[in-house]
């Protein structure tokens, strides 16, 4: 990926980004103390581990004779992401997994199999994992359930910093043509436009088969669901920040809603590329998808999965997306795009924490219930 100028100016904002667009990391995500009592009840057979007790266990460096089944495998995409996971449940196992990023080699599961991953940020590193995880003799993955959880940039013009968003639709914001700003005809808007298209006003033909990916409906439906009522964690620097946004809905508490999101390796920012997002996301779903959320890696995972579900190995239909949202992707009226970029939103703690938060319900609905989930999402 090719570092702009911007970027180098501001070097400690990129270094502090997530895998996330313009998400600012602020050392380590914080343990924020989970509802003692999560959404649809704990399972009896699931343990809340405190901080001491979260010891990995001896990492499994050889395959086991038979792959371990999975009910749940959580994907994460960088380490704040996962340390969102790791103190709350009992880690029994950690296998070492071939083909994984060297930052994150492992995948620890739980005694219910419950299984967490971290691929690293990026397209490129979230695919490479995704296909590691898919075909490795590890792990049995035909009826997992597979969640993934990240935090990213939100759109004040749909969710709140701290909301958990549940997408529908994942769509690549990189696939696309580009002409610098300063040589774009003139009554364009930006200089995207998609590949094979004439103007960025004519929806491209999808000739390479990642540009989209829907969520299946019946399993958002329920995610939607279990967690409607899901206990947010806020803060009050995060309060602050939305306060400076005129949009009901960036003013708003925290909360789980629906919305879709768009994948890119360059980091946007400000209001015209987040209008061009909400506009591409649009375009490339024939007016169904709502753009809310900025990340890297979705679609890139959605790939590596998707040719593991050709080799018959995990089921696509069974893949969902869960982002948090830590910042906002544009800045508030009066304040350039530089300075928004540079913002301390306040929101990332809350927004780590809300992985958890908004996804236990649905996990622990699965692993609670495990013979209702096992040949599918049971009724809502």
């Known amino acids: 990926m090719q570092i702009k ?10 270094l502090a980004l997530s895998a996330c667009t313009a998400v600012p990391l602020q050392g380590p995500a914080p343990v924020v103390t989970a509802p003692a009592q999560p959404a649809g009840g704990l399972p009896s057979n699931v343990t809340v581990a405190s901080m001491e007790e979260a010891r990995p266990p001896a990492v499994i460096a050889t395959a086991p004779v038979s792959p371990r089944p999975v009910k749940v495998l959580i994907v994460t995409l960088y380490g704040p992401e996962a340390q969102a996971w790791q103190p709350k449940l009992t880690w029994t196992q ?9 930052n994150f080699p492992t995948v620890q599961c739980t005694a219910d199999d419950i299984c967490l991953m971290t691929t690293d940020m990026g397209h490129s590193n979230a695919a490479a994992s995704a296909m590691a995880i898919a075909f490795s003799n590890f792990f049995d993955l035909k009826k997992a ?3 993934i959880t990240g935090v990213g940039g939100i759109n004040p013009n749909v969710g709140s910093v701290g909301s958990a968003t549940w997408a529908r639709y994942v769509v690549d914001f990189g696939l696309a043509h580009e002409f610098d700003a300063r040589e774009k005809p003139d009554h364009w808007q930006v200089g995207y436009f998609g590949i094979k ?16 990916f829907q969520v299946d409906e019946v399993l958002l439906q329920k995610a939607l669901q279990l967690s409607r009522r899901a206990a ?10 939305r306060a400076k946004y005129p949009q009901t809905s960036a003013q708003a508490a925290p909360s789980v809603i629906q919305c879709d999101t768009a994948s890119g390796d360059t980091y946007w920012h400000g209001d015209i590329l987040g209008s061009w997002a909400s506009k591409w996301v649009s375009l490339l779903t024939d ?12 679609n890139a995972v959605f790939e590596g999965l998707k040719r593991g579900a050709a080799a ?14 830590s910042n906002f992707e544009r800045p508030y009226p009066g304040q350039s795009a530089l300075d928004s970029l ?17 996804a236990w319900p649905v996990v622990s609905d699965i692993v609670k219930n495990w013979a209702q989930w096992k040949d599918g999402v049971p009724g809502l």
Do not use: H, W
């Open 232 to 241: 947010l964690a806020d803060t009050p620097e995060a309060q602050a920040y």
């Open 287 to 298: 007016g169904k998808g709502n753009y809310c959320t900025t990340q890297q890696e979705d």
């Open 5 to 14: 100028p911007l970027f180098l100016a501001s070097i400690s904002v990129v």
């Open 197 to 212: 298209s004439p103007d960025p006003d004519t929806k491209p033909p999808l000739r390479y088969g990642t540009e989209l």
């Open 312 to 325: 018959g190995r995990l089921q696509m239909n069974r893949v969902a997306v869960l982002r948090t949202g």
């Open 342 to 358: 540079n913002t301390k939103s306040g929101g990332y703690p809350a927004a780590t924490a809300n992985l958890y938060n908004a």
């Open 145 to 147: 359930y597979i969640f």
């Open 94 to 102: 950690t296998y070492k997994v071939p083909g994984l990023s060297a």
